[in-house]
């Protein structure tokens, strides 16, 4: 089955501390994004790419970074900068023609 | 510019029915409808392109105002299931994949 698959679920991070939330997808999809969630609040875009090897920040991308080596991969990497990184992440993947569909997400939690 | 959700939250008993709204200042290409489940991933509906054309499954549907640049979505006779925050996301130019998302409206469908 095709589909978007984040991991791990859940990730802890200690003070001082970068941890990179991976993201693959296997439905072709060119392109791929990186949203923040937090407690009942919208969508905010941190990063996304539409292509390999070439990706553009998002509105909140300040902390975070990210790679596109392979059209199936886009990790996200909370980097020790994100002084408040505790949120619900969630990865997605789309084409022109084809909606976003979204992976389960990993919920961020600091130690 | 992020669309703007209206209402913010509804309380409904199951039957009853209900229109969300989701408003932009800029021009749309178009519109997508998403809803999600209390700590799970986004869930995509349905699609609206400008044009004003509805579309609809089951008992929800979505209409397209491209002279106010606001897209409705209407659920009728609503289940238990209906329960969520419901979200849209918008594009301004045809081609471009990123999705500005609203702010959500939390629909709470009671017994």
């Known amino acids: 089955d095709g589909g978007i698959t984040q991991s791990p679920k859940y990730l802890f991070r200690k003070e001082g501390q970068n941890v990179t939330l991976s993201c693959e997808q296997n439905?072709?999809?060119?392109?791929m994004y990186w949203y923040r969630q937090d407690p009942g609040q919208g969508l905010r875009l941190i990063y996304y790419?539409?292509?390999?090897?070439?990706?553009q920040k998002g509105d909140i991308a300040e902390g975070y970074s990210v790679s596109r080596e392979k059209k199936e991969s886009f990790p996200l990497t909370v980097t020790s900068a994100q002084k408040n990184p505790t949120a619900f992440y969630l990865c997605?993947?789309?084409?022109?023609?084809?909606?976003?569909?979204f992976g389960d997400g990993t919920r961020l939690s600091i130690l | 510019q992020q669309p703007v959700q209206s209402p913010q939250a509804v309380i409904l008993r199951e039957g009853e029915d209900a229109v969300i709204n989701c408003s932009s200042s800029?021009?749309?290409?178009?519109v997508h409808w998403y809803r999600q489940k209390h700590g799970e991933a986004p869930v995509f509906l349905m699609i609206?392109?400008?044009?004003?054309e509805q579309k609809g499954h089951d008992k929800i549907s979505a209409s397209f105002n491209e002279k106010k640049q606001q897209s409705s979505l209407y659920l009728t006779a609503s289940q238990l299931s209906y329960s969520g925050t419901y979200f849209c996301?918008?594009?301004?130019?045809?081609?471009?994949?990123?999705?500005?998302f609203g702010q959500g409206t939390r629909l709470t469908i009671n017994p």
């Open positions: 997605a993947s789309s084409t022109e023609i084809q909606p976003q569909h």
């Open positions: 439905l072709n999809h060119d392109a």
């Open positions: 790419s539409q292509i390999v090897n070439d990706f």
């Open positions: 800029k021009a749309l290409y178009s």
């Open positions: 609206l392109l400008k044009g004003g």
């Open positions: 996301g918008t594009r301004q130019i045809q081609g471009a994949q990123k999705l500005v």
